[in-house]
């Protein structure tokens, strides 16, 4: 059993930055690869990045590559999301979720995929 906590969302103006964090609860947590999603309202959730156990391997939406950073503490049991360049179309509600083993391309971004989400956080991108 995997708990996960997001933190670090909030209220942004276009062109601005915002980190999010993902604590995970349990001694497995470097045995997960580990996923951010969001969804705005109205619409289906959507893949954000993804990153591999160790760490040494991302995937990222073509809607987020070049502005968002993916990156992880094993030893702090933590997942990172850096987002610069933000546009109001990036808000949304953001979930961190983990996936039991290695991650691929044709893996990281599939939701139904993960085994456990968190509760998610709001990022609000005013223009």
């Known amino acids: 059993q995997v708990q996960l906590v997001e933190s670090g969302g909030g209220l942004v103006q276009a062109g601005g930055s915002l980190g999010l964090s993902c604590a995970a609860s349990?001694?497995?947590?470097?045995?997960?690869?580990m996923g951010w999603f969001r969804q705005a309202p109205g619409k289906e959730r959507e893949f954000v990045a993804a990153?591999?156990?160790?760490?040494?391997?991302?995937y990222y939406a073509d809607s987020v590559k070049g502005r968002f950073t993916i990156s992880r503490d094993n030893a702090k049991n933590t997942v990172y999301l850096q987002m610069n360049s933000l546009k109001p179309e990036d808000t949304a509600i953001y979930y961190c979720?983990?996936?039991?083993?290695?991650?691929?391309?044709?893996?990281?971004?599939?939701?139904?995929?993960?085994?456990?989400w968190g509760q998610g956080t709001q990022v609000t991108v005013s223009s």
């Open positions: 979720a983990a996936q039991g083993g290695a991650i691929s391309y044709y893996t990281s971004n599939n939701p139904q995929l993960y085994d456990y």
């Open positions: 349990g001694r497995a947590f470097r045995s997960y690869a």
């Open positions: 990153i591999s156990r160790s760490g040494a391997i991302t």
